[in-house]
């Protein structure tokens, strides 16, 4: 009892092993023989026979399919760097183990408003969707090209990418910023022969099945690159950076005590913030001011702030929610305003005393 315990746990030991050092091809391998032979029991006069057909024999064909998957639309800010648009690649393919598959990433503009500045791609090295120091730039220039190859075994056959671009400044044809202006990005895989440009597209079998021969097959799906049909060799999916409107700030100052600007008046700024979105509201909108040079803080009353009020006496390297007790130690003030619905605009007020 005690041999055949050892021996099954010897067994077991070796199939845990044999499963964490091999990787398995999605579906049937390429290159395989699938083997068939039937037989037929008859009996005639008396005498059973058994006779065995010829045996039938096809190979396998090398299945090429990848898939790319947009993993989330970006909006982006007039002016503003490095906004992010995630793709998956999906290597579905059948290649055999030890027989690597290879794939040319691009990356093409779709029918849209604008284009972003500075187009990159990233290899999105921790598969968080966020570009991080640790990601490799593979290209810069929507005309660049990336040669990578991709796993086929089962779960682990698929790889992250990011379509990193930069916004161009308001005062363009069309204005950036303006709302619901959508620049778009395809990210597209397609079937290489190697690792280099001069390896060459791959080429899917185009005489007919031979079933003595393991042949490419391309089985990937529509995708939204102009051009990307079903079984073509390449796949596509597009991502959209979608512009923001920028919160408009107007200041004005007003109402001096003597209705000139002396020393001793009473100055008020008013400072209003305007969201020109037509879809979304503007949310924790922080207005920050500071106390001009020769004038005193005077007073920031709740009204003058539709949100949470807060001081500082060190230029901003501090804030506190309650007003401190010396006025002439102020340096600056904040208003926190929660939320700015669409098209509207809030006011923050407060003032200060001419030296």
């Given at each position: 009892?005690k041999?055949n ?14 499963s ?8 049937t ?8 032979q039937a037989s037929v029991?008859f ?6 026979t ?6 039938e ?8 399919r990848?898939?790319v998957?947009s993993q989330g ?8 760097n490095?906004?992010v648009l995630?793709f998956?690649v999906d290597?579905e393919?059948?290649t055999a183990?030890g ?11 779709g029918?849209?408003d ?9 290899r999105?090295?921790?598969g ?8 490799t730039?593979l290209f ?18 698929t ?12 005062g363009?044809t069309?204005d ?16 290489w022969?190697g ?8 080429v899917q ?7 003595t021969?393991?042949?490419i097959v ?16 390449f ?10 409107a920028?919160?408009?700030?107007a200041k004005l100052?007003?109402g001096?005590?003597s209705?000139y ?6 100055v008020?700024?008013d ?27 005077d007073s920031f009353a ?14 901003q ?5 309650i007003e ?5 130690t ?5 208003c926190?305003?929660?939320s700015?619905?669409?098209?509207a605009s ?7 005393a001419?030296?």
């Amino acid at each position: 009892m005690k041999r055949n315990s050892y021996a099954m746990a010897l067994l077991v030991g070796s199939l845990l092993l044999i499963s964490a050092s091999q990787s398995w091809a999605i579906g049937t391998e390429a290159d395989q023989t699938i083997s068939n032979q039937a037989s037929v029991q008859f009996t005639i006069n008396g005498t059973t026979t058994t006779k065995d057909s010829n045996l039938e024999d096809f190979k396998v064909d090398r299945k090429i399919r990848m898939v790319v998957t947009s993993q989330g639309d970006t909006g982006v800010l007039e002016g503003l760097n490095n906004f992010v648009l995630p793709f998956r690649v999906d290597n579905e393919s059948n290649t055999a183990t030890g027989t690597d598959d290879y794939f040319r990433l691009t990356i093409s503009g779709g029918t849209d408003d604008f284009d972003m500045n500075n187009v990159r791609l990233y290899r999105d090295e921790n598969g968080d969707g966020l570009l991080d120091g640790g990601d490799t730039l593979l290209f810069t220039g929507a005309g660049g090209a990336a040669y990578v190859t991709i796993g086929n075994g089962t779960g682990t056959n698929t790889a992250r990418y990011l379509i990193v671009a930069d916004c161009p400044p308001a005062g363009g044809t069309p204005d950036t910023a303006l709302p619901d202006l959508d620049s778009i990005y395809n990210l597209v895989a397609t079937a290489w022969n190697g690792a280099a440009a001069g390896d060459g597209i791959m080429v899917q079998d185009t005489d007919g099945n031979d079933k003595t021969l393991s042949e490419i097959v391309f089985a990937d799906p529509a995708g939204t690159a102009s051009g990307d049909v079903v079984n073509g060799g390449f796949h596509s999916d597009a991502g959209t950076y979608t512009t923001n409107a920028t919160l408009g700030v107007a200041k004005l100052a007003s109402g001096s005590t003597s209705g000139y600007n002396i020393p001793g008046d009473i100055v008020t700024y008013d400072i209003t913030v305007s969201n020109g979105d037509t879809t979304y509201a503007a949310t924790n909108v922080i207005v920050t001011d500071a106390v001009p040079g020769n004038t005193t803080y005077d007073s920031f009353a709740a009204a003058g702030c539709s949100g949470t009020r807060q001081w500082s006496i060190d230029s901003q390297a501090n804030w506190v929610n309650i007003e401190p007790a010396d006025k002439t130690t102020i340096t600056d003030i904040r208003c926190t305003i929660a939320s700015i619905a669409v098209g509207a605009s809030s006011t923050v007020s407060f003032k200060v005393a001419i030296d």
